[in-house]
């Protein structure tokens, strides 16, 4: 049978070129465990869990047939007003793990509307408060938050922002944590915990009673896996306390056993008041995100509507709590439980790590860093920022491994089920495309 030719021309691709796409299109056509294989049937490795959505691996049964019976029982029922036995039932499950505290579990589809609701989440509580006058939010340059106008905003990718400086709302930048003396540094750095006095400085220019919370990734993920100084998450929190201000993890990429605990929060021990997750919240396997948030927030929230039916507050999405989501996550977390998969990841991260800082000494190495089944490798830029980075990640494409590109950096996290022989395979391809890079 002739393969049926695929028309390029209509589908407009997300944070791609897509006219050099079309040119030498890169695709999966199926994936199982680890591997991801092209339409031509060439085997790709996942070295970046698709994009750090699939630690389980990929083409999970039990996924599938949760979904499959989910969506022959009920396959959709709206959340307004309504609702489903089975979004009750995750929240609880997501309560055993989550931390101490974060209790409370608000649903949407993606990292974006997560990042959206918890910022929405903030500014009902201040007013609720009767401090409606705090609207301002504080993230930090490099972060990445997704791209609804809310993540837009606070946004330290400035290629993300600066385009849309329209519809864009208040924010000020921290600066970011890498600093010159971390170069190559695995795990915590030493050094940099003083960056965290950026909030300190921004409530007294600003006024802290205008700002409404501090948005940071515990590991900036996106921009290529900067690991926070230790001390510096401790002092984000004493800060925030000290100001008023609400403390913010957006854990999309961190959350799920990434870190080797359930949440970079617990691994670095520091408690925010609300906390945004996504990606292997389903294993990747259906699009939900969702904001995890104390009990006394949400009752000051409550509180404020009175003795109204009016809903606490005014936002949510039609796909909020999809059912056959949540049949997804509660899949997912069956296997995350089942198979130790979060212990796997902590008892796997030094031979991962050892492996991603074997590459040290090729040139066109320029830093590596890594924590828990994450890992960045800076790469000596070319004449254009960012060339080198989408050049080297096609060439790895084609040597057999799917990595993500931002910029110069690559961005490594491969699924907790990885054996110790593919992740083994992973550093080859690496130094074997970065070997030969000019
Ligand atoms: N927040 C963080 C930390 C992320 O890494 C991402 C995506 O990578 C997002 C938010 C946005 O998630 P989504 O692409 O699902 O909207």
Redesign the pocket.
């Given at each position: 049978m002739q393969p049926t030719q695929t028309n390029f021309e209509n589908h407009w691709m997300p944070f791609t070129n897509n006219r050099a796409f079309r040119e030498t299109p890169q695709m999966f056509a199926r994936a199982e465990g680890v591997h991801y294989f092209t339409p031509e049937g060439n085997d790709v490795l996942d070295g970046s869990s698709g994009?750090?959505c699939t630690p389980a691996g990929h083409g999970r049964r039990e996924i599938a047939d949760a979904v499959h019976a989910q969506l022959m029982t009920l396959d959709y029922t709206p959340h307004f007003q309504r609702a489903a036995p089975v979004s009750f039932e995750l929240a609880t499950r997501l309560s055993q793990i989550l931390p101490e505290g974060l209790d409370r579990v608000f649903f949407a589809s993606?990292?974006?509307?997560?990042?959206d609701s918890a910022m929405k989440i903030c500014l009902s509580y201040h007013r609720a408060k009767g401090e409606g006058q705090r609207n301002r939010f504080v993230s930090r340059n490099w972060g990445?938050?997704?791209?609804?106008l809310g993540?837009t905003s606070l946004a330290g990718m400035v290629n993300n922002r600066r385009e849309f400086a329209g519809v864009t709302c208040d924010v000020v930048h921290m600066r970011h944590t890498w600093r010159e003396d971390q170069r190559y540094t695995p795990g915590q750095p030493e050094t940099g915990a003083d960056l965290a006095d950026d909030l300190e400085e921004i409530c007294r220019n600003y006024g802290a009673e205008t700002i409404a919370g501090v948005f940071v990734?515990p590991i900036a993920?996106?921009i290529g896996t900067i690991v926070p100084p230790k001390g510096y998450l401790e002092r984000l929190r004493a800060i925030a306390d000290k100001y008023g201000l609400l403390l913010i993890f957006?854990?999309?990429?961190t959350g799920f056993g990434r870190t080797g605990s359930a949440f970079a929060a617990e691994e670095f021990a520091v408690t925010p008041d609300l906390m945004?997750m996504?990606?292997a919240l389903t294993n990747g396997a259906v699009?939900m995100?969702a904001v995890a948030t104390s009990a006394a927030i949400q009752e000051t929230v409550f509180a404020a509507a009175g003795d109204t039916d009016r809903p606490e507050l005014f936002h949510g999405y039609t796909y909020s709590a999809h059912p056959v989501a949540c049949a997804a996550a509660l899949a997912a977390l069956d296997i995350y439980q089942g198979e130790k998969l979060f212990e796997r990841s902590r008892a796997l991260s030094p031979v991962f790590l050892d492996l991603i800082f074997g590459l040290r000494n090729l040139a066109q190495v320029t830093d590596l860093r890594g924590y828990g089944m994450m890992a960045g490798i800076q790469l000596k830029p070319a004449e254009t920022p960012g060339l080198k980075g989408s050049q080297v990640q096609r060439a790895l494409f084609d040597a057999g491994l799917h990595v993500k590109a931002t910029g110069d950096a690559l961005i490594v996290a491969p699924a907790f089920v990885s054996s110790q022989s593919e992740l083994e395979q992973m550093a080859d391809i690496l130094r074997r495309v970065l070997g030969r890079t000019e």
């Open positions: 994009l750090f993606s990292g974006s509307e997560a990042v990445y938050h997704g791209v609804n993540g990734e993920g996106s957006d854990e999309v990429i945004t996504a990606k699009p995100s």
